[in-house]
């Protein structure tokens, strides 16, 4: 009933910068709280940025600064941008948006397939 789809991507140098883009699609009534997690190989996934519904943004601490996290309620998409990129940023990008579905009573947790980010040092 509901697609999380990323893009955007790809192989990048130390230094340089990414959009990643997620667009949900599907029976949406409303979408709440929207994310960005990350997982690298051998690691847990991890939270790198969110934000509510009325723009309240919060970020994990390597990444304040250099990353951005931001949203279209009208589109229903979440974008990340990633300036600075680093080594350890390498990973895999998930997106993850809290979707309340015609016809349902309660949202529930949707993620996407996923997009890698490799940094290259």
């Known amino acids: 009933q509901v697609q999380l789809v990323e893009s955007g991507g790809g192989l990048v140098q130390a230094g340089g910068s990414l959009r990643l883009s997620c667009a949900a699609s599907g029976s949406i009534l409303k979408i709440n709280d929207m994310g960005w997690f990350r997982q690298a190989p051998g690691k847990q996934r991890e939270l790198v940025a969110a934000i509510s519904r009325d723009g309240s943004r919060n970020y994990k601490d390597s990444v304040k600064g250099r990353f951005t996290i931001s949203r279209d309620n009208v589109k229903n998409m979440v974008y990340l941008q990633m300036n600075s990129l680093k080594s350890e940023d390498t990973a895999v990008y998930y997106c993850?948006?809290?979707?309340?579905?015609?016809?349902?009573?309660?949202?529930?947790?949707?993620w996407g397939q996923g997009t890698q980010v490799t940094v290259s040092s």
């Open positions: 993850n948006a809290f979707i309340l579905v015609l016809g349902t009573y309660a949202a529930n947790d949707y």
